[in-house]
């Protein structure tokens, strides 16, 4: 039986490392350099070793989620398993004659688990077809001895391919709404704005509206791999100038899609403020995000959250005194200071590991809901690549360094896999995925329509967008 891997979060501790990992007395090991029975560094190949398992051995699954992670910033995953095939080849060819088939026995169900844990977690990396081809090889390997294992591969080949087929259906369904969005931007341009619902019709209650934004956030955060935290800081591999480790690797833009959800929702709350042309209008729908917003927080959703206050900040908005004169402020103030970014968000983050306490302790899936405030968390790991060398003077790979990451990407990993308790309501996702929302220019134009220039600044900028 192979070994059972705990959930994610709970394999990090508070440090970071798992203290009863290395059970080593020695401080450096085979080409891996450990203090206090913890890794800190080592040669690529030592790595690569203490990834393959053996009879005797079989790699921790911090350490294969560490590693998998991180050793892209060294060589395309291809070639790791390309290794990795190697490795495996050689164990056996080095094993006794005549053992081979005990050899098998005892070693194929790791070989399986290692794969396994790699297909599920890092399923895009075999979007590549020489990725796909080493991963048959090896399977046709380990099944060759044996009929029991032939079930196991099959299955593990066939949630991997399940798994791509959903990522493809999913970048197609990204795909259209924008297309149809784009096509109705164009209606919204040609035809009076009368024609267009708005938000309080579509869905009158804020409640609701909070839950669909959060079906649309975990759907989003679900779909982006955690590989795709480290391929947003692409770097050269400074022991190899000419070779960037990231030429042809990105196979998917989730992220990329999610930053953009974001900026989206922002722009809705300022269209949907900006467009009524009576003040009393414009209040009550400034009051109604202020209620969404309100839920979010209380859901767990800060992404949607910030995305709304965001919205509610922008100039456009902001200028229209008189409307905002006409709005209870308080509970819009309690958000903002929520969400205030000085101190490095500090409400923000005492928020924010408030809920993932909560989520720990949690007993249904309504109380799991962590989805944090995404550019704050790609800043995060973007600030934590950047302060640290990959590589320590020796030429080693600084693996402490990984290990920080991986804590942080793995809190992700934990919160993308809820699922949302809520239920859908299609006319409402529809309506906040693909009504079209207005530009820079044309929020201003709207804003100065609804209460006009106050100054030099404001009237010349009229001017020319009239």
């Not at 709970?10 to 009863?20: C, E, H, L, P, Q």
């Not at 796909?132 to 044996?146: C, P, V, W, Y």
Request: hydrophobic share 35%.
């Amino acid at each position: 039986k192979m070994p059972q891997t705990p959930p994610f979060a709970a394999v990090f501790d508070s440090s970071g490392y798992n203290r009863n990992l290395y059970q080593s007395k020695e401080d450096n090991c085979g080409g891996l350099y450990y203090h206090d029975n913890n890794l800190l560094s080592g040669s690529l190949e030592a790595l690569i070793q203490h990834l393959v398992p053996n009879v005797d051995y079989y790699p921790d699954r911090t350490y294969i989620f560490t590693f998998l992670l991180s050793s892209r910033l060294f060589m395309h995953p291809y070639e790791l398993m390309a290794k990795v095939c190697h490795l495996c080849t050689e164990q056996q060819r080095l094993s006794e004659p005549g053992l081979d088939k005990n050899w098998m026995q005892k070693i194929a169900p790791k070989i399986l688990q290692l794969l396994t844990e790699w297909t599920e977690t890092f399923p895009y990396d075999f979007r590549d077809e020489r990725m796909m081809r080493n991963l048959k090889e090896l399977a046709q390997r380990i099944t060759s001895g044996d009929e029991m294992y032939r079930k196991n591969v099959q299955q593990l080949l066939q949630n991997l391919i399940r798994k791509l087929a959903a990522v493809s259906q999913y970048e197609e369904v990204l795909a259209k709404i924008d297309a149809t969005s784009a096509d109705r931007l164009t209606v919204l341009k040609t035809k009076p704005q009368s024609i267009q619902r708005d938000i309080i019709t579509v869905c009158n209650d804020p409640y609701v509206l909070a839950q669909q934004l959060t079906h649309i956030e975990l759907e989003r955060l679900n779909y982006i791999g955690p590989e795709e935290f480290i391929q947003a800081f692409v770097q050269k591999d400074p022991l190899n100038n000419d070779k960037s480790c990231y030429g042809d690797q990105k196979k998917t833009r989730n992220l990329e899609a999610y930053v953009e959800w974001f900026n989206r929702l922002s722009y809705l709350v300022a269209t949907e403020i900006c467009m009524p042309v009576k003040k009393k209008h414009r209040a009550r729908v400034i009051e109604y995000f202020i209620d969404v917003a309100r839920e979010c927080f209380n859901i767990g959703n800060f992404n949607s959250l910030m995305a709304i206050i965001s919205g509610m900040n922008m100039s456009p908005v902001s200028r229209l005194k008189k409307t905002w004169a006409k709005v209870k402020t308080a509970k819009f103030y309690i958000l903002e200071h929520q969400m205030d970014p000085s101190s490095n968000f500090y409400n923000y983050r005492t928020a924010l590991r408030g809920a993932t306490q909560r989520s720990l302790t949690a007993h249904s899936n309504r109380e799991k809901i962590v989805i944090p405030f995404f550019s704050l968390l790609i800043k995060d790991i973007y600030f934590l690549n950047e302060g640290c060398a990959n590589r320590l003077p020796n030429g080693h790979v600084n693996f402490e360094k990984f290990w920080e990451l991986a804590k942080q990407v793995s809190e992700f990993m934990t919160w993308k896999q809820v699922e949302c308790p809520f239920e859908r309501d299609w006319k409402i996702l529809q309506y906040l995925l693909t009504v079209p929302v207005f530009s820079d220019d044309a929020l201003y134009l709207a804003s100065y329509e609804s209460e006009s220039p106050e100054n030099h600044v404001e009237k010349d900028r009229w001017k020319t967008l009239r």
